[in-house]
């Protein structure tokens, strides 16, 4: 049955979705039809989960784990996970402060639920990951974003961009330390202006930290560790992608414990507990042999290293080098000029059918800013092997010298 005479809720209109899988999509069409592509535009994971992890998931489906547990996660889970996060944050945690969750994705959904009423008004990341201003405007807020300027080594959060925005009616941030798409990372001075920002206007503040384990070189700061905000915040934790498990679908909204009630309560609603049994794969991660992770940054890092390096050989393209995240977001500004591209989807399509290469663009990230000039794509390359980076990116630029 293909028509359907039944009108769909008008609440539906307002739900966005997450347009990179279209675009993986697209190239699995053109893969399906006999050319080679190189899949930079989804931040999957071509790596294995670590094995400790999978035995014990196995182990605790055979021993029966496999009925309900309680709506916030196994009590273990919770315990181990507070501690972890407790030490890495420099905050006192305890599994009160813990909500298990079917990814981490649902904790953005879940918090805007708990805290964000319809007319309230949300600052959020654009570009940024897209889930954000859909939740918000599905759940009837008013969505307001704020941009990223390039810096000396890494793009800075638009400060002008929040200031000019502030109302009466804001009353959430979202923050997203160890961005996706643009790899930046909040120097403590800007953690410091963003902490002051959210006191000075009373905001809750969801702190994405999908990526705090993805780190090449020193250490991950959050905004929640700063003083007086733990009471403000929920930190978005997932096993995503420190432990390669994005298909797993296990995450954890960490906060203050009326908030994480309010959220495991949600949970009751929705899906009644996050998978059971795998929770004691996911507490094996955390509390058995941390090679795994170890490996799995080992891996990443050579990925990166060589994708930095390649991006910046080709004429029109710069890229800075992110110590965290996987992504790239070079400029292609120059690019699009030299190849006499006017918009987003052609650079993009025009580089899949002649090269091979996928990518996003910053339009799968957001609407464009108005005071927008630059042009930026992203390339993801938690998915490809150096190889298959070395031949893909020659081709690329080869395409942009010719
Ligand atoms: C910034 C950010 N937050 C949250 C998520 C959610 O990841 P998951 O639901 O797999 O935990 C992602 C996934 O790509 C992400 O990039």
């Not at 384990?213 to 250490?219: C, E, I, L, V, W």
């Not at 992110?322 to 190849?339: C, D, G, I, Q, W």
């Amino acid at each position: 049955m293909t028509v359907s005479p039944l009108p769909i809720a008008e609440r539906i209109s307002r739900l966005g979705t997450e347009t990179a899988f279209a675009v993986s999509a697209e190239a699995a069409v053109w893969q399906a039809q006999g050319h080679t592509v190189y899949p930079f535009h989804i931040g999957d994971m071509d790596l294995p989960t670590p094995e400790n992890i999978v035995e014990a998931s196995f182990r605790a489906l055979r021993d029966g784990k496999n009925g309900y547990c309680p709506n916030a996660g196994i009590p273990a889970l919770r315990e181990a996970l507070a501690a972890d996060v407790g030490a890495s944050h420099g905050l006192e945690l305890g599994p009160l402060n813990v909500a298990i969750e079917p990814g981490g994705k649902p904790v953005i959904g879940k918090f805007i639920l708990a805290l964000m009423n319809p007319g309230d008004e949300v600052f959020y990341p654009n570009p940024g990951y897209p889930i954000y201003e859909s939740q918000i405007e599905f759940h009837g807020g008013k969505a307001l974003p704020y941009g990223y300027v390039e810096g000396s080594d890494n793009f800075e959060l638009d400060f002008d961009a929040l200031e000019a925005q502030v109302s009466p009616r804001a009353r959430l941030l979202i923050f997203n330390n160890l961005q996706n798409p643009t790899g930046a990372e909040s120097s403590p001075a800007e953690l410091e202006r963003v902490a002051e920002f959210a006191l000075r206007h009373d905001l809750a503040v969801l702190c994405d930290e999908a990526y705090w384990d993805t780190r090449y070189s020193g250490q991950s700061r959050s905004l929640a560790s700063l003083p007086d905000m733990a009471a403000r915040s929920v930190i978005l934790y997932t096993f995503s992608k420190k432990f390669a498990m994005t298909g797993w679908r296990l995450g954890a909204a960490v906060g203050p414990a009326p908030i994480v009630d309010v959220i495991a309560k949600l949970n009751v609603n929705d899906e009644s507990c996050s998978n059971h049994f795998i929770q004691y794969g996911a507490l094996e991660g955390l509390t058995g042999d941390q090679s795994g992770p170890r490996d799995i940054v080992r891996v990443l890092k050579e990925r990166r290293d060589v994708c930095v390096s390649l991006l910046n050989q080709i004429p029109g393209v710069s890229c800075f080098t992110p110590e965290a995240t996987f992504y790239l977001f070079p400029n292609v500004s120059e690019l699009m000029a030299r190849k006499g591209l006017a918009s987003y989807d052609h650079l993009r399509r025009t580089a899949l059918e002649e090269t091979g290469v996928s990518f996003c663009t910053r339009l799968h990230f957001g609407r464009a800013l108005p005071d927008e000039k630059d042009a930026y794509v992203r390339f993801a390359y938690s998915g490809i092997t150096v190889p298959l980076i070395e031949e893909g990116l020659g081709k690329l630029k080869a395409w942009a010298e010719a």
